[in-house]
């Protein structure tokens, strides 16, 4: 009899903990459909105006890819747009391009980011009295295309500096220089252009997802310090998007062209303080996330097919 009721009280446990289970999975799928419909398909018909924010944008890494694409559909929405970026030819033809386009103010600002800190004086200069609505920190690099061991990566010595320069410095110091303008005026937009690579470690690109988590801690709690301020900090994590940072990669069904990259993300502006960017990429991390979490990502046993396949490449 005792055994009996035992058994009785196993099988209410582990019936209880199947409901408990299947309805936090049902919450959590529903939440998440909830959430994507909201950002990705309302966003594209109750658009933002994002001149209430300013009448400036900023966006750093600006004459190609993401950086150029959120440039023209900014300035396509009615803002003038201030471009920063390493190649003095490039930011006078993407200006002009702006300007003939959509007929509003462009001012461009040469600036490399992979230096130290000496570059931001002049840049603070340049910005200062815009009011400057929204601040784009698009700027980054990627130090190898290629799946390698952290210590095998070409010109690691070089590369280090760099990548911080470029892909962390950055950031922190061009909020540093916009963010006191937009405390001031009691409203502003913070956009933080980082990767799914940050969302959990990635092997063989170790530098670059180390930087891109940096931004993703760096986005959510500055969002929390500033929000009752008036202050909108958006990480963006997209995943492969037709750029020079992923030459091999050509547009296709889960591959966005920056331009329609740029247009999804834009539109999330208001809707959402992390987001992917643009539909496919979020149904794709979600997918990620559900069968390939982060414990099998770093086993073994994903190490080694990576390893596998680098293996098999060489012997090409």
Known sequence: MTTRVAECGWSQGLMYLGAFTAAYIT???TYSILRGVRMYLLSSIWKTDLKKYGEWAVVTGATSGIGKAYSHEFAKRGLNV???????????KVAAEIEETYGCKTKTIQADFCKGREIYEPIKHSLKDLNIGILVNNVGMLPTHRFVRYLEAENIEEKIPD????NILSMCKMTQIVLPGMLERKRGVIVNMSSEAGSHPHPFHVLYSS????????????EAEYRNMGITVQCVTPLFVATKLVPNKKPSLT???AEDFAREAVNTIGFATYTNGC????IQSFLFELLAPEWFRLSDFSVNQHLQKKSKHKSK
């Open 279 to 282: 539909l496919v990429h979020g």
């Open 82 to 92: 201030v471009l920063v970026s390493r190649t003095r030819e490039l930011l006078e």
């Open 27 to 29: 919450i959590r799928f």
């Open 211 to 222: 930087t891109k988590a940096c931004m993703n801690f760096f986005s959510k709690a500055l």
């Open 255 to 257: 591959v966005k062209t």
């Open 163 to 166: 990548i911080i320069n470029c």
